[in-house]
C-alpha cells in the first residue's frame, strides 16, 4: 500500500489555514469592514444628542460655508465649543459663550441609584422577568430626564445668529456671526 503524505499534509494544513483554501478562488466576504465604514471611531451617538435644522447657508470669515440641513449638536468633552455633525462628520465648531449646567436633587439620584441596585441583584439571582421590569424603568427614567432635549438656532436681528442647546443638564449658549 502507498500512502501519499504530501496529501495528508496538505489536508492537515487547509483546516489551521481557515476555509478560503478549500476554494479555487479566494473571496471577498460581503459587508463593510470597520475601517471603511464612514464614521469616527468615537463619535458621538446619534440617539442621545439634539438635532438641528438650519435654515440658511452659513458663511465664516474665510469664505468657506456650511450648507443649510440637519446637523446633530454636541457639546465638547473640554465644554468650550459647540461642534456640528453630519454624517458623524464634524463641520463646524461654534464658541460656547455661555454654559449652565443642572443641579441634580437627591431624589432624582436615589431614584436612578434604586433602579441601577433592583437591575444589578436581578442580574446576580438570574431573575429575568425582573431585570427586564428593572431595564425598563431605569430606560423610562432616562427618557424623562432627557425629554427637554433640543438644539434651536434663533436670528437676533443684530448680525448674528445665537444657537441654544440642552442636553443631560447642561445649557450652553453660542454666537455665529452671519
Known sequence: MIVDFNFIAYDFMTDFNGP???????????????????????????????????????????????PDGYYMVVLSNDMKYLELYQSNKIKARVKVVKLVEKMYTQEELDEEREIIGRLQTAKMKKKLKKYHQAEEDLLAFKEKAAANTYAEIEDSGKGYYILKYNCNGKKATGIIQK
Not at 475601517?35 to 452659513?58: D, F, I, V
Open 20 to 66: 478560503s483554501r478549500h476554494y479555487p478562488n479566494p473571496f471577498y466576504p460581503s459587508g463593510v469592514y470597520d475601517a471603511e465604514k464612514p464614521q469616527y471611531k468615537h463619535g458621538p451617538e446619534s440617539t442621545q444628542y439634539p438635532n438641528l435644522t438650519l435654515p440658511c447657508t452659513l458663511y465664516d470669515e474665510w469664505g468657506n460655508t456650511i
